[in-house]
């Protein structure tokens, strides 16, 4: 139910724009986060926005470059790369979970590769 789109090739320093539309319905309570898979590394955490949009984390590896956002309208979160660095090559996921204490995601996008050469 989440399709993920917006990767691509880019250069060091360059941006792009990951989107996830959800195509199930979505209640404010709901989080939607970003997630990451390096060829060869285990999936991290990039960030996350609560669906109401009052409350955003990311890792610290991707702090001050990224920037999640979401809209309620369209039923599509963001992810605004900026800065990329080659370090930031990976496969990047899209999830969904119906509330901040939910132990776990239940929806997941397919993935949307990002590659930033040096």
Do not use: H
């Not at 250069?11 to 986060?33: D, H, N, W």
Request: net charge positive; glycine share 10%; with cysteine.
């Amino acid at each position: 139910q989440l399709q993920a789109s917006g990767g691509g090739l880019v250069q060091a320093g360059g941006s792009l724009r990951l989107s996830c539309a959800a195509s199930e319905q979505t209640f404010t309570s709901y989080v939607m986060a970003w997630f990451r898979q390096a060829p060869g590394k285990e999936r991290e955490f990039v960030a996350r926005i609560t669906w109401s949009g009052d409350s955003t984390y990311y890792a610290d590896s991707v702090k001050g470059r990224f920037t999640i956002s979401r809209d309620r309208s369209k039923n599509t979160g963001y992810l605004q790369m900026n800065s990329l660095k080659p370090e930031d090559t990976a496969v990047y996921y899209c999830a969904l979970k119906s509330s901040v204490w939910a132990t776990s995601f239940g929806s997941w996008g397919q993935g949307t590769l990002v590659t930033v050469s040096s």
